[in-house]
């Protein structure tokens, strides 16, 4: 037994010896897999949300909103290509969207936004680690969403002023798509994006932007087709589809930003003065008649302004037999205001121009004689006034000198 136990005691070392070697490669082991799983498994660390780097800036990941996001199937490496392990590099390489959305980069790098931002992309679709599908309610590129999103940079005087823009975000949230967009949740109202598109937009001033002039009535249109047609049909939109950019777009009359419900008083009391200011001979004899002056009373009176004659959109010239001022149809359209309208009432002239001879002709010669006769008159009681006068003055200079001999 001693010597069993005896030749057993050697054995027994070292059955400890290995005991405490395979313990040790087993806590070596152990740490290593530790080590291993926190280069692998990013979020160990980072879904510490108060992980900070050296300078106190927050490095933590929210784990659940990065899974339930769009990337939450990618591994974070995926994005972040330069980091192996920690410690990180000390220059991680930025991340490159690009690498698997090319296209958006491409037109990205094309459009006014190129630059204007430390992150190309970032800036419209938010928090790298929370970006959803355009159509979940949570995306900062949702329909609804998307005015605010533009407006962390178009709403600021700042931005404004240093690019030499118009600030835009608080006009259009009081217009009618503003409206409808912010206060009603109305998806199919224009939010900035369906006017200006998303990755690339351009400048007005740009021939392909989808806001350049000539383009204004297909891009409404994608959405307003039925006044599209019908303003392509009339004089202004075939003048604009031929090249005439001195004819009105939708937003000459609308505006772009600012755009109201066009029964309401606000727009219908501006809108003469829209027409107006391209057509001046027209604006200057509609002022002279008893509709103009009816609407000059003060405050808002319902009359016949420029559109309540000559249609909004179609608009066609007198001669053309479609017009609602060829004299075929005035009965008609003077009709929906004066209902006993006949030939007779029609006679009117809702454009008399007395300086007009060829025109209008009877005004003309009335004018003129009214004219005549008030000169005639003036320049007759001028006349008499200075005879007048001057004979007066001799008067007084003849009883002068007989009130001095009395004196002597
Ligand atoms: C052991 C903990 C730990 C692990 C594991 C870890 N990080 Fe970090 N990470 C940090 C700390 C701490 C910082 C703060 C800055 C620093 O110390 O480098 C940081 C910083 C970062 C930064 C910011 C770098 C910068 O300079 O802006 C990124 C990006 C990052 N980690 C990504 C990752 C990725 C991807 C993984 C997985 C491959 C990972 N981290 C794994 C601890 C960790
Ligand atoms: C879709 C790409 C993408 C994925 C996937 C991604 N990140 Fe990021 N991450 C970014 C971008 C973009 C930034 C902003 C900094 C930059 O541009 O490099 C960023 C920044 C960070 C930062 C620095 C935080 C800060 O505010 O500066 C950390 C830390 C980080 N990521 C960790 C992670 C971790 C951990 C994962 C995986 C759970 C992950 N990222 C997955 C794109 C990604
Ligand atoms: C000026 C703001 C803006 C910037 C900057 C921007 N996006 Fe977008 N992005 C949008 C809007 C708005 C949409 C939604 C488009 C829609 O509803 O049709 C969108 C949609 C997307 C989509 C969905 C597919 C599509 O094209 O509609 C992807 C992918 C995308 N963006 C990636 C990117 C990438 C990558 C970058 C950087 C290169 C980027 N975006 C920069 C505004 C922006
Ligand atoms: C490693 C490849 C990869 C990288 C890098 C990457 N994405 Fe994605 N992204 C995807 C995949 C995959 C999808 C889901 C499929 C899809 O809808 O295109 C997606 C979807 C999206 C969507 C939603 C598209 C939609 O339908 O509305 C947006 C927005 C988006 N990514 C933006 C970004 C931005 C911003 C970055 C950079 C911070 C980025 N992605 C980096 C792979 C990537
Ligand atoms: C990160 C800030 C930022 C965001 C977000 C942003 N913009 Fe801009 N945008 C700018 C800057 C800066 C300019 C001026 C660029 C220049 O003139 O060089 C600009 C220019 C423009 C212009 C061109 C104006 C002109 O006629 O020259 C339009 C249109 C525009 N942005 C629309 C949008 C829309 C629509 C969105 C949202 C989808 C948006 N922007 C989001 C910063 C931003
Ligand atoms: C209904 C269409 C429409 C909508 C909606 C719209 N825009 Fe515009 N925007 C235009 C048109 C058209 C122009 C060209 C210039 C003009 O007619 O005023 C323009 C011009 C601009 C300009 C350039 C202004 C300048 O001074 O040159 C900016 C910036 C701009 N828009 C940003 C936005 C932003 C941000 C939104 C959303 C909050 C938005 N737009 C919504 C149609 C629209
Ligand atoms: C994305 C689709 C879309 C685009 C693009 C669009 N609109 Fe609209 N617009 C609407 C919707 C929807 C309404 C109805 C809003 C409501 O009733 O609350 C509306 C309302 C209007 C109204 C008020 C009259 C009415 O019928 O309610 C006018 C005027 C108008 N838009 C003009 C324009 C002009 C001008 C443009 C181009 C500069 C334009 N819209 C571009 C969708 C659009
Ligand atoms: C020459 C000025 C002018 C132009 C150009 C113009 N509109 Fe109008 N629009 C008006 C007037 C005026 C009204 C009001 C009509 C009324 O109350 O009878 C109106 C009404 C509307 C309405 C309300 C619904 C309706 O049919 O009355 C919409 C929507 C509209 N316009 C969109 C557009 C779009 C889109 C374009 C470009 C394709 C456009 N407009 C071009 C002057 C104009
Ligand atoms: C931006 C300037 C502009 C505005 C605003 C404008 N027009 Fe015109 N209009 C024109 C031009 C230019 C033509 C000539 C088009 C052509 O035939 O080439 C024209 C033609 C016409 C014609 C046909 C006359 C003819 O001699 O052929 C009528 C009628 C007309 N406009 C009515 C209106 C009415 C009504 C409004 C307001 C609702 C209006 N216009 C607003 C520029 C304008
Ligand atoms: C009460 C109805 C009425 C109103 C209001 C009215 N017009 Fe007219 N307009 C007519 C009639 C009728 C004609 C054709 C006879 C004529 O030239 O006097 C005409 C002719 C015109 C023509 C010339 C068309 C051609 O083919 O020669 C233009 C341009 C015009 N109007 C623009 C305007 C503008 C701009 C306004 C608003 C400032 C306006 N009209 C207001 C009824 C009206
Ligand atoms: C949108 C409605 C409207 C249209 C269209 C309209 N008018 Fe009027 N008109 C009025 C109103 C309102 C008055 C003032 C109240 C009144 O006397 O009936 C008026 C007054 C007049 C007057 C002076 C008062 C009178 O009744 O004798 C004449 C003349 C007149 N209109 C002629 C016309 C002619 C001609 C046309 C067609 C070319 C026309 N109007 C189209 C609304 C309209």
């Known amino acids: 037994m001693k010597a069993d136990l005896g030749k057993t005691g050697p054995s027994r070392v070292v059955l400890g010896l290995r005991t405490l070697a395979a313990t040790f490669v087993v806590l070596l082991l152990s740490v290593s897999t530790i080590f291993l799983r926190a280069q692998t498994d990013c979020l160990s660390c980072h879904a510490d949300k108060t992980l900070q780097d050296a300078s106190g800036h927050g490095v933590g990941v929210d784990s659940e909103k990065f899974h339930s996001s769009i990337h939450g199937v990618l591994n974070c490496t995926d994005c972040h290509t330069s980091i192996k392990e920690y410690p990180h590099p000390d220059q991680p390489a930025p991340v490159q969207c690009a690498t698997c959305h090319a296209d958006q980069a491409k037109a990205i790098g094309g459009s006014v936004h190129d630059g204007t931002s430390p992150h190309p992309c970032t800036s419209c679709h938010g928090d790298a680690h929370s970006i959803f599908p355009k159509d ?121 930003h600012a755009i109201l419900q066009p029964t309401e008083a606000s727009f219908r009391m501006q809108s003469t003065p829209i027409c107006g200011s391209c057509h001046k001979e027209q604006l200057a004899t509609y002022r002279d008649t008893f509709h103009s002056q009816l609407g000059l009373l003060g405050g808002y009176v319902e009359t016949a302004r420029c559109w309540d004659c000559h249609g909004a959109h179609g608009n066609l010239p007198a001669s053309d037999p ?22 007779s009432f029609v006679q009117y002239q809702p454009h008399a121009n007395p300086h007009d001879r060829k025109l209008n002709p009877a005004l003309y010669f009335v004018r003129l004689f009214m004219n005549l006769l008030l000169w005639s008159t003036l320049s007759f009681f001028t006349l008499h006034t200075l005879l007048w006068f001057i004979r007066a003055k001799r008067e007084q200079r003849k009883s002068e000198p007989a009130a001095e001999e009395k004196h002597d």
């Open 322 to 343: 479609a017009s609602p001022v060829n004299k075929a149809n005035l009965i008609k359209t003077c009709g929906r205001c004066h209902k006993d309208a006949n030939a």
């Open 136 to 256: 979940n309610p949570k995306s900062a590129v949702y329909p609804l969403n998307i005015p605010r999103t533009c407006g962390t940079c178009h709403a600021s005087e700042a931005l404004a002023k240093k690019y030499g823009l118009q600030n835009v975000y608080a006009t259009y949230m009081d217009s009618i798509h503003g409206y409808a967009v912010s206060k009603e949740g109305l998806l199919v109202a224009a939010n900035c994006q369906s006017c200006h598109g998303s990755h690339n937009i351009l400048s007005h001033k740009d021939a392909k932007s989808t806001t350049a002039r000539v383009n204004v009535p297909n891009t409404c249109g994608t959405c307003h087709g039925g006044v599209k047609d019908e303003y392509s049909a009339g004089v202004h939109g075939k003048a604009v589809a031929a090249g005439n950019l001195t004819a009105p777009v939708c937003t000459d009359c609308h505006t772009a």
